[in-house]
Each structure stands twice: as structure tokens, then as C-alpha cells.
């Protein structure tokens, strides 16, 4: 490492000399960067990742594959001449690499952006006339089934078929609405032609397309090389990622439940940005100016020059609005009776309450509590920001002040997070003991320990999971299952067995060189974790014990479809005692002979399997009459599957009175979540798990 941080020292001399003695392009400074970064990842990923890769000619072919995948993944721009001109490089990428050369790149580049900026014509000119929707042909929507355009004419019809679709989409649902309230009599509808309707669908569709083709214009050159960097560490395993500085920023704050800014909600309508909430307790709230329903039409750093916003992209405003707890950011807006007003308001910490655990008492002939747990979320920005381990203590203990029988954890959807705080959650359920294992290249075995004797629940656990739970919800789902201490309930598991740790490049730069930093960070798959058994959830996932009919049972999902995902493997089982307490084979019998009777998961049954059907069937009409009976014939399908999300009879639920209190006058905050806790009792899998829950003696 240390030859190599000479060699990038070396470089990075000669790259700000350069900048210094010359005029030298930022062109060019991006590319001297990108030497830098490759560098440093590369030293990176051969000292730490759990497997490292040669760069020869194979892996080049990899990354090849993988770039010129995500460079135009639907194939509406790029032509099969173009990837064959790409495709003389596919076996020399590594040499670019490896010699500081990016001739693959650049090519792709000025090739992608000399094809997007031809094609933005064709949008308005296949959208300027009425469409003849009496032609029969389809169009095919499953990418992965498309070939790339031989001939300029070739791909100009496959434009005028998608944008024939985008149209027919709009316009069905236009005339369906239109339909019933004729029928319903509605007279405050105004009955539109079909003429009307179609070119309000074109508009509509024009419009759309647009801000589309104006969204791949803008991405920046730093965000075009994360892409191409991504192919590169892609070839890894799917979960080895480089990331920009502003994207390793948003990472943290989305794992941390945190961010600076001033606590109000926005949206675009109709092309202007509007405030459509305020934060109870936030800095907007505070300050009181700012309401919902403002346009905000400039922003100003303080007392600085303020930037018009209203051209730019909800995310890009974003960023100007948000800043550093304590400094002051001055919004120019538009108010609801059409006065300008500047309102100063001053940044703070805001939570993003959507992140953290949260409960409900549930009633089904007992007191059951549940907890919805999003993510296994930590202080990854290091400002004092919740755990969620220490969240799911509180939770557990506010539902033990409501004599709860049962405690259902719902970790459907969870996609992971942080490996320390589920091994912290693991040990409320159990006295001392290993939760997981982990291993790195070395084959060196550690087995993770809850250390802590304190047990926050003792009483019948169920775990709920399903394809998208990954990760530390598998850790979790599979320490429980491994010790009997709780019946997993749902689907198969998303299969991600693998550990990632952030590797900051800046590190690896002395401080002399500040000025091309920061260049950002590379998370890196560094170990594998196995359950205390011995098993990987690598691929396989963690099987219920309790399975439940899915609507996806049919469809391949999980890390096994990914690209270039770690092998599974398996290695000792750590030394654990199981509990005894629960009667596994008279539990799941009673809950397959509930799921049998049960007219709701037999309708899921039949669901699953018009699902892998219209997964197969990825071709669409592009006949109006033959599209709209196909369309209607869909509705028809969905509309008996409403029945999934209607009352149950004799489930209810609330929520806990200590978040009622803490609510306060929070009336919007307090619907919200009453609102939850209403589908949370509509849902017939948490349902089948209060029963199990009920089962267990």
C-alpha cells in the first residue's frame, strides 16, 4: 500500500503543478482525478475485499458487460454498431486501467452523449401528430428481452412504439375515468371527446419525456464516472460500491435517520416547488413563516446573492436548502394570496421519524405487540443520532406497560444496516450468547457475542420476514431461529450473507494534497457472516418455519439474481444451547390449517400465479381496443384481490398511549399514524401472526 500511496503521491504532485503552472481544462483535471481515484481503489480493493479479483482480460470482460448494461439500459439511444465499436476495447479495460488511460470511457461517453442529444427531437416529433391506434403491433416492455437497434430507422421505431405506449397508458386511464363517471352520473364531470383525450395524453407524455431527456443532460461528469466506477467494483459482488462524496453524504443520512436542514416536506406541482409540510418541533416550524402550500422561488445563503430555483430539479433545490445545523438559510417565497416574502430561518438537526422503529398494540383474543422496524439504523454521521437497538428496548418496554401476551417484530422490506446494532437486538431476546459469525479472507472466525445477561423479552417472539428482508434482518431472523427462541414467520429471505465497511480514499492522501480532495470513499465487501449453525443466508436466505402463501413465490428474487454475487459456503457451528419452550411441529400445523381455510391466502395463491404469468408475458398491444380489453381484463383480476386489504373480523389495534401523549397537538402526525395502525390491522399476515403468537404456550 505503502508503493502505492508514493506512486498516487507522485502523481498527485504533477496534477497540481499542472493546475498551478497552466491553464489546464477541467476536463482534463476530471481525468487526472479519476487517475487518482482508481488508484486508490484499486490499493483498496486488493487489501481488503474478502476476495480480490486479478485484472486480466476476464475481469475486463466483466466490466465491460456491466458498463455498457447501465450505460443505456433500455437501449434508446445507443446503436449496435456503437457497443461494437466500445466492444474493441472489452478485453483491454484492465491495461487502461492499470496505465492510466481511459480511451473505453471517454468513447462511451462521447458516444452516449452525441446519441442523446440526437434523439432529442424525436420525442416532439413522434408526439406532434394523433396516433394511429388501429394498427396491430406490440410493444415489448422487459428490456433484457431487447436487442440494441441496428439501423437509425430501427430504433426510430422503437421510440415511436414507446412513446405509443407512454400515450396509451394515459389515455386508457383517462377514458376509464371518464367512463364511470358517466355511469355514476357524475354531472360535475366534463365529458371530453376522444380527439380532447388523446391530445391531452400526447401533451402529457411530451411533457414527461422531456423532463426525462433534460434529467440525463444534466448528469454531471463526476456521476457519469460514479457509474463507470460501479461497473468496475461491481465485478466484485454487488454490494462493493464507489461513492461520490455527496452520494456517501446521502447514504448517512438515510441509514441515520438524520439530516441539517430546516424540516419541511416539498414537492413539485406543475413544475414548482411547494412546501407541502411543515415538521412538527423543526426549524420552519419554530420560525412560523413558512406554511404549506408556499412556493419557494429562491434561496440564499444568509445574507448572499439568493439563487433562483424554480428551473431547477427538486433534488438540486433540495441541496441548496439544506446546510449546517446553526447557519442561516433565507427562502424567497411565493405565498398562497400571491405576496412575495423572504423568511429567514436557521438549520438544525432533523429526525426522519419514517426511519425509526415504531409499535402498536394489536388485539386478537390477547394483547400482542408490534414493532415495524425499517432498518437497522445507526449514528453513522457521529452527531448523537438514534440506534435502533436501543429504540426496540424502549418500544419493548412501553408494550410491556400494556401487559402484552406476544411480541411480533416485523422486519418485512428491512434491507439492513448496521452489523454491531443487530447483534446489540439480538441480545434482548436471550441471555449471553454468539449471534453471528464472521469471517474474512484470512478464514479467520469471529463469533459476534451479546455479552449483556439483561433480557428486555422473554415471552413468545415472532419475526416476520419476506424476499426483501436482507442482510442484519437475516442475522437477526436466523440468531432467532438458530435458538428456537421464536417462530420466523413469511417468505424466503432476501440471501445477502456478506459484510460491508467504508474505506475513505482521503485517508490514503497526504494533507499537502487537500486540493483534489474530497475524492470520496469505496464501500467494501470485507467479510461473509454465518449463522451460529455453521450456514450461510449467502444466496439461500433464512426459510421460515412458518411459510405463508406470496404473491412473488413464483418470480426468481434476491441476491442470487444480482450480478456477480458471492458464492455460498458454510463453516462450524459456534457453541449455543437452543430453547425448549416452543412446540415448532403443533405451531406450524395449526397455522398450515389456517392458511388452508383461509379465502385470503388462497387468493394470494392464485395472485402468485398470475403474477409469474404477466412476468413471462412482457409484450403490450398497441391497439387501443385490444389494449383497453387488456387493461380492463387486469382490473377486473386486481379488483378481487381488495378483499387482501379489508377489516378483519375481531382484529383491532391502537396505538401506545405514551405516543399518544408525545404526539400532543400534533393532529397531522397523530392521523398519520392512527392511519397506520388501521392497515397494519387490515394486513392478514401480521394477523397470522398474532395467531401464531397465540400458539405458542
Known amino acids: 500500500m505503502q ?18 503552472l497552466s491553464s489546464f481544462t477541467l476536463f482534463k483535471y476530471v481525468f487526472d482525478k479519476n487517475d487518482v481515484i482508481f488508484e486508490l481503489l484499486f490499493g483498496s480493493l486488493n487489501q481488503n475485499h474478502y476476495a480480490p479479483l486479478k485484472l486480466d482480460d476476464a475481469f475486463s470482460e466483466k466490466v465491460f458487460e456491466l458498463y455498457t448494461k447501465r450505460l443505456d439500459y433500455n437501449k434508446k439511444f445507443l446503436f449496435q454498431s456503437d457497443i461494437d465499436e466500445l466492444g474493441k476495447s472489452r478485453r483491454d479495460i484492465d491495461d487502461q486501467l492499470l496505465n492510466q488511460r481511459h480511451d473505453f470511457y471517454a468513447k462511451s461517453i462521447d458516444l452516449y452523449l452525441k446519441r442523446l442529444k440526437e434523439k432529442e427531437n424525436w420525442n416532439k416529433e413522434l408526439l406532434a401528430k394523433p396516433i394511429d391506434f388501429t394498427v396491430d403491433e406490440e410493444y415489448e416492455t422487459d428490456y433484457e428481452k431487447t436487442t440494441f437497434a441496428k439501423t437509425e430507422a430501427d430504433l426510430k421505431n422503437e421510440w415511436r412504439k414507446m412513446v405509443k405506449y ?5 389515455l386508457d386511464d383517462m377514458l376509464d375515468r371518464q367512463e364511470k363517471a358517466i355511469e355514476k352520473k357524475d354531472t360535475a364531470w366534463k365529458v371530453k371527446s376522444f380527439d380532447t383525450l388523446e ?16 434529467r440525463l443532460n444534466k448528469i454531471s461528469p463526476r456521476e457519469r464516472f460514479s457509474t463507470f466506477a ?17 452520494d456517501k453524504k446521502k447514504f448517512d443520512q438515510a441509514m441515520s435517520g438524520q439530516f441539517e436542514g430546516i424540516g419541511a416536506r416539498l414537492q413539485t406541482k406543475d413544475g414548482a416547488l411547494m412546501v407541502s409540510e411543515i415538521i412538527v418541533g423543526s426549524p420552519s416550524y419554530k420560525q412560523g413563516e413558512l406554511k404549506a402550500g408556499d412556493q419557494i422561488v429562491k434561496v440564499a445563503q444568509g445574507n448572499a446573492e439568493p439563487v433562483d430555483v424554480t428551473n431547477l430539479e427538486i433534488d438540486e433545490a433540495i441541496e441548496f436548502i439544506k446546510g449546517k445545523k446553526g447557519t442561516e438559510v433565507r427562502l424567497t417565497v411565493k405565498k398562497t394570496d400571491n405576496t412575495i416574502k423572504i ?39 457521529r452527531t448523537g443520532a438514534r440506534g435502533c437497538a436501543a429504540d426496540m428496548r424502549k418500544e419493548i418496554e412501553k408494550l410491556k406497560k400494556q401487559n402484552v401476551k406476544g411480541l411480533i417484530i416485523d422486519l418485512r422490506d428491512n434491507g439492513g444496516g448496521s452489523l454491531q446494532e443487530v447483534v446489540l437486538m439480538a441480545g434482548l431476546f436471550f441471555p449471553k450468547g454468539p449471534v453471528v459469525q464472521v469471517q474474512g479472507k484470512n478464514s479467520m472466525r469471529n463469533v459476534m457475542e451479546d455479552r449483556v445477561p439483561d433480557v428486555a423479552w422473554d415471552g413468545p417472539l415472532t419475526i416476520m420476514v419476506n424476499h426483501n428482508s436482507a442482510s442484519a434482518s437475516e442475522i437477526l431472523a436466523a440468531a432467532i431461529q438458530d435458538y428456537k427462541r421464536g417462530i420466523i414467520l413469511g417468505t424466503p429471505s432476501f440471501g445477502k450473507g456478506t459484510v460491508q465497511s467504508f474505506v475513505d480514499l482521503d485517508n490514503f492522501l497526504l494533507p499537502q494534497f487537500d486540493t483534489i480532495k474530497p475524492v470520496g470513499q469505496v464501500k467494501i465487501t470485507q467479510q461473509k457472516f454465518y449463522r451460529i449453525n455453521g450456514g450461510a443466508t449467502q444466496l439461500k436466505g433464512v426459510i421460515p418455519d412458518v411459510l405463508l402463501p406470496d404473491p412473488y413465490e413464483f418470480i426468481d428474487l434476491g441476491e442470487k439474481e444480482m450480478d456477480n454475487p458471492m458464492p455460498w459456503d458454510e463453516i462450524p457451528k459456534a457453541d449455543y444451547v437452543e430453547f425448549k419452550t416452543i412446540n415448532y411441529p403443533s405451531v406450524i400445523k395449526n397455522s398450515q390449517a389456517r392458511v388452508k381455510k383461509s379465502p385470503q391466502f388462497n387468493l394470494i395463491e392464485s395472485q402468485a400465479k398470475e403474477v409469474k404469468s404477466k412476468k413471462d408475458d412482457t409484450k403490450y398491444s398497441l391497439n387501443l381496443t385490444k389494449f383497453r380489453t387488456e387493461q380492463k381484463q387486469l382490473r377486473e383480476q386486481n379488483k378481487k384481490y381488495e378483499e387482501l386489504r379489508k377489516e378483519i373480523k375481531g382484529f383491532s389495534g391502537q396505538l401506545l398511549s405514551d405516543d399518544v401523549a408525545k404526539f400532543g397537538s400534533d393532529t397531522t402526525r397523530l392521523n398519520r399514524e392512527n392511519r397506520w395502525v388501521k392497515n397494519v390491522t387490515k394486513d392478514i399476515y401480521i394477523h397470522e401472526a398474532t395467531n401464531v403468537i397465540n400458539d405458542i404456550k
Open 3 to 20: 508503493k502505492l500511496i508514493n506512486k498516487i503521491t507522485a502523481k498527485t504532485i504533477i496534477v497540481v503543478g499542472v493546475i498551478i
Open 166 to 170: 407512454q400515450v396509451l397508458l394515459r
Open 199 to 214: 391530445v391531452e395524453a400526447r401533451r402529457k407524455t411530451l411533457k414527461a419525456n422531456d423532463e426525462w431527456l433534460k
Open 230 to 246: 460501479n461497473a468496475v467494483t461491481g465485478v466484485y459482488d454487488p454490494h462493493t460500491e464507489y461513492f461520490a462524496p455527496k
Open 343 to 381: 423568511i429567514p430561518i436557521i438549520r438544525d438537526v432533523i429526525e426522519i421519524e419514517e426511519t425509526f422503529a415504531k409499535s402498536a398494540v394489536l388485539e386478537n383474543k390477547n394483547k400482542i405487540g408490534y414493532i415495524y422496524l425499517p432498518s437497522f439504523y445507526t449514528d453513522f454521521t
